[in-house]
């Protein structure tokens, strides 16, 4: 047997089989940046009269990244990468929240100087203090920016990463004290004495986005006042015993039946729904003695438990018969429904418990004690009294401080609010949010229902570190209030860089000698030390950063965890609306929580945790790329090494076909092009297959079904391509003549496809796109990003070629099928090539359209003959299918020594006795070549 190897044209590229993603990557980091790709981006597009704006929502600058928010960040930067490559002039600027307690508590920690600022940080009179603990702070945010910087460009994300916006930044700070300015002239803020969300660990109010719920074990007590007009004890029940110390008022439903119920011991009043659910307290032996409704019970009163103080029965359509007794104490320093009661009747409010959650000397009798500890006493007091009547455990849902986790208390303080209500502000808000797109669609009826429910905003926060609510406290008369030349004056000196001026400068020099009391006229002022709420912070971020870079109104997407729309979402929509009259986004694109693979939270105690830099040290970042490109990301997400070795076979499986696409163009000559007419039909066959894949890839991209347009990209190289178009074309672009049509056509097709395709895919393998992009042959950009998206040619949609070759298509699994049981069942064939395939057929249009294609069939087969009529002469396999019967043998005559394909005419030519016809037609035009 001679050898014909130097006449093949096998595969020949530099671009490795092996990966080595955790290697090569750092350098493309490198290389980006070196080669300004970013930047040259942006100068390509600024011209095209298309923008695209991604609001990055910034995270929080306190650690490394994790798994949610390397999803959050890749999710974002394939979006923005398409827009760019669709010819949109799309920045992206990342930013970070760097403001709040998590940083303040965490620099106090390591720094024992500032230990007295645990408690009511706005209290502490020490400026030098605080301006340490804030420039500590300061560090602290600045050291972690740079670090999640660096990891997040580890993740391949392209992006403005020298110019992020901070929320530190004195421009941005100077830029919230205006708009804070603006909001205050237009009459949405407001000081008032109000019960709030307190967390007595972190000694701070919270906002409602601050506020998470989750199950606590809580003592639920029954117990009754003393009557004072009537025979009877109203029978009331509880969660917060600690809170009947600030009890004013006993309320009823005015349109629930209530009864007096006369037991053994004595007479209750309840509601008549309830006297079942209250059956062990009232006994077997009782009797209904008297019925009113609700309203008619209005103005009775009933001495305190324990104290000399007489309530009153109010009405409240709050008061419901899901549990309890239908009869609320109402404590107004302690409940939001119970303030707002209280209002209506001139209730007093009492809150005689300080920032750590203990009871001050306002309850002498309960001065020191915490929550907890008071709620235990009560229930003595109770006893001793004679008003105690049940205590057992109930395990409710119940606010947790999103900080701390610890469980949180009402506690009516002085606060600044934002009113969500001035001027129609939720109403407003409420129209803006029927005009954006929400992905999921859900996410309208979530953040509506947020919006919807959401009380006046609590903006203040007695902490250091964070933008300072620049109010002034009349010396005189005690009154606080804020003056807009004082605000816009802190705002110059902050944006000079003077970023603690608050501190720093006298009174006098930030009034100017001009502001007075509006109260009493005095202009004997004092400065309050309060903080902006960081959801402040964050929620006027697009307002800063569309200002700073001249970027449209409203964005074009904000992209974040589901839990935003009663955070950020929430915030930047009231502010906005408050501000500029108009939600800051046109789409809101949400994503799920990454859980294991078995979809539980991971957690440190469970052992299931995943880094994002343990993924990309053991595989590398595209491969977490592929990951967030392949989960639909509108559910939890899930990842483990299970997943991760899945995805690592796909990727394998990607990078070889582009690889083998690759080697087969080493000659590749556009000069030598095929054009679309001249094509050979399986050709024209997968132009219109890359047609619609495209579109179908390009669709979901718009629609931001990300993992639609990766699993169609992948489907069609691993399937369309791999094991079918690729693998057919071998014995084409292996043994043809170089310069042949066959293998020019073949080849103008993969490179069209592999171009378009590594633009197509850049998205989400970034890295590996680029790098199989250096070594595409012919005229390129410098790099992937700086292509074009290809666009979808209608005169490759040969409707007629799509219909002949899904009869084709059919006939070749049918083939298939009967070679494989000749090959492995009959062991009438070693290998496909050895097969001649016969095939009869009485249905018109299949055997119209196997003539039309007959001298393509053996390739697309991968047989060395096929036989449009006959029997099998010898050993065969055969099966009918519907009109179609199918005959496998052996095929005739011998093996070709360089194609393999088996001819009759194999032997003929003395010289080259192994070759068929076609390659003793090749190796004769190569011997005159060379």
């Known amino acids: 047997m001679r050898d014909y190897r130097d006449t093949v044209n096998l595969p020949k590229t530099d671009f490795s089989m092996k990966a080595e993603l955790t290697k090569k990557e750092p350098l493309r980091l490198n290389w980006w940046e070196e080669r300004r790709i970013y930047q040259k981006n942006l100068e390509k597009r600024k011209n095209t009269g298309k923008v695209f704006v991604l609001h990055d929502g910034p995270p929080y600058s306190n650690g490394h990244i994790h798994l949610g928010t390397a999803l959050n960040k890749i999710l974002k930067d394939i979006l923005v990468k398409y827009k760019s490559l669709k010819g949109f002039y799309a920045p992206y600027v990342p930013g970070w929240d760097n403001h709040g307690m998590p940083i303040e508590l965490e620099v106090i920690k390591t720094h024992p100087e500032y230990k007295e600022l645990l408690s009511d940080a706005s209290k502490t009179k020490d400026p030098l203090l605080k301006q340490n603990l804030r420039k500590d702070c300061r560090n602290f945010a600045k050291k972690w920016v740079d670090i999640q910087r660096e990891e997040f460009k580890r993740l391949g994300v392209l992006g403005d990463w020298e110019n992020p916006y901070l929320t530190m930044d004195p421009y941005y700070e100077a830029k919230e004290l205006r708009i804070f300015s603006e909001l205050v002239e237009k009459g949405y803020i407001y000081r008032s004495y109000l019960p709030v969300h307190w967390c007595p660990r972190c000694k701070t109010t919270l906002a409602m986005a601050e506020i998470e719920y989750k199950d606590k074990e809580s003592p639920s007590l029954w117990f009754t006042f003393e009557p004072v007009e009537t025979d009877f004890y109203p029978l009331v029940w509880t969660t917060t015993p600690w809170t009947i110390i600030s009890n004013v008022a006993l309320a009823v439903h005015p349109d629930l039946v209530y009864v007096v119920v006369k037991t053994k011991e004595r007479s209750y009043l309840l509601a008549e729904e309830l006297i079942e659910s209250n059956r062990d307290i009232l006994g077997e032996d009782f009797e209904v003695i008297k019925r009113f409704k609700g309203r008619e019970l209005e103005g009775l009163k009933f001495r305190h438990p324990f104290l000399d103080r007489v309530s009153p029965v109010i009405l409240g359509t709050f008061v419901t018969t899901e549990d309890g007794t239908g009869i609320v104490h109402i404590a107004p320093g302690h409940g939001k429904e119970d303030f707002e009661v209280g209002k209506e009747y001139n209730l007093p409010v009492i809150s005689p418990v300080d920032e750590d959650g203990k009871f001050t000397k306002e309850a002498p009798d309960f001065e020191g004690l915490d929550t907890n500890e008071a709620s235990s006493k009560v229930v003595e007091v109770l006893k001793e009294k004679g008003k105690f009547v049940k205590l057992s455990k109930i395990t409710h849902s119940y606010p947790h401080c999103w900080r701390c986790k610890g469980p949180l208390i009402f506690r009516a303080t002085h606060q600044w609010f934002l009113s969500v209500d001035h001027a129609g502000l939720r109403d407003k808000a409420l129209s803006e949010i029927l005009k954006v797109k929400w992905h999921p669609e859900e996410g309208q009826v979530r953040i509506h229902t947020s919006v919807k429910e959401r009380p006046d905003w609590v903006i203040s926060r007695q902490r250091s570190w964070g933008v300072f609510i620049p109010a002034l406290k009349c010396k005189n008369c005690g009154e606080t209030f804020l003056d807009r030349a004082v605000i816009n004056n802190l705002a110059k000196y902050v944006e000079q860089g003077e970023v603690d001026a608050w501190l720093s400068r006298d009174v006098n020099e930030l009034t100017e000698g001009k502001v007075r009391c509006p109260k009493c006229g005095s202009d004997w002022l004092d400065k309050e030390y309060d903080i902006l709420d960081v959801w402040f912070d964050s929620g006027i971020s697009y307002v800063v950063v569309s200002e700073k870079y001249g970027f449209p109104w409203p964005s074009d ?112 000559d556009e000069s030598k092009r095929v054009e679309y007419e001249d094509l050979l039909p399986l050709e024209k066959y997968m132009r219109a297959k890359w047609n619609q894949v495209k579109s179908v890839v390009e669709e979901a991209y718009e629609n931001f079904y990300f993992y639609k347009s990766y699993h169609t990209l992948y489907n069609f190289i691993v399937v369309d391509l791999s094991a079918f178009y690729l693998d057919v074309l071998k014995d084409r672009l292996y043994t043809w003549a170089p310069d042949s049509l066959g293998r020019r056509s073949a080849q103008t097709v993969i490179y069209d496809i592999l171009r378009e395709m590594l633009v197509v895919i850049s998205p989400i393998l970034s890295f590996t796109a680029e790098e199989a992009w250096e070594y595409l042959p012919g005229k390129r950009e410098e790099s ?112 070709c020594e360089r194609c393999w394909i088996w001819h009759e005419k194999v032997g003929e030519d003395p010289e080259h006795p192994g070759l068929c016809p076609k390659c003793l037609q090749v190796v004769r035009g190569f011997k005159s070549e060379n």
Do not use: C
Request: charged share 30%; glycine share 6%.
């Open 784 to 895: 992937v990003f700086l292509a074009d998206w290809p666009s979808i040619n209608p005169s490759f949609n040969n409707e007629e070629i799509l219909r002949d070759f899904q009869v084709l298509l059919d006939v070749r699994d049918k083939v298939l099928l009967l070679i494989e049981r000749a090959r492995k069942d009959e062991k009438i064939l070693s290998d496909r090539l050895e097969a001649k395939v016969i095939i009869n057929s009485d249905k018109e249009q299949v055997l119209e359209v196997l003539k039309k294609y007959e001298q393509h069939l053996g390739e697309l087969f991968i047989v060395s003959q096929v036989s449009l009529s006959g029997d099998a002469t010898g050993n065969s396999v055969s099966q009918e299918f519907e009109g179609i019967k199918i005959y496998v043998e052996h095929a005739k005559g011998k093996k």
């Open 557 to 668: 997407v904000y992209l974040e965890g589901s839990d935003q729309h009663r955070g950020w979402f929430n915030a930047s929509l009231m502010l906005s609306t408050a501000y500029r009259g108009s939600a800051p986004y046109k789409n809101v694109i949400t994503h799920g929580w990454v859980v294991d693979e078995e979809g539980k939270a991971m957690h440190k105690s469970l052992g299931n945790v995943i880094l994002p830099e343990e993924v990309i040290s053991k595989y590398g970042a595209d491969i977490l790329r592929l990951w967030v490109a392949s989960s639909d990301y509108t559910e939890d997400v899930r990842l483990g090494e299970e997943i991760l070795t899945r995805l690592v076979d796909s990727y394998r499986k990607i990078r070889n076909t582009f690889r083998f696409m690759l080697g087969n163009l080493y000659d590749w």
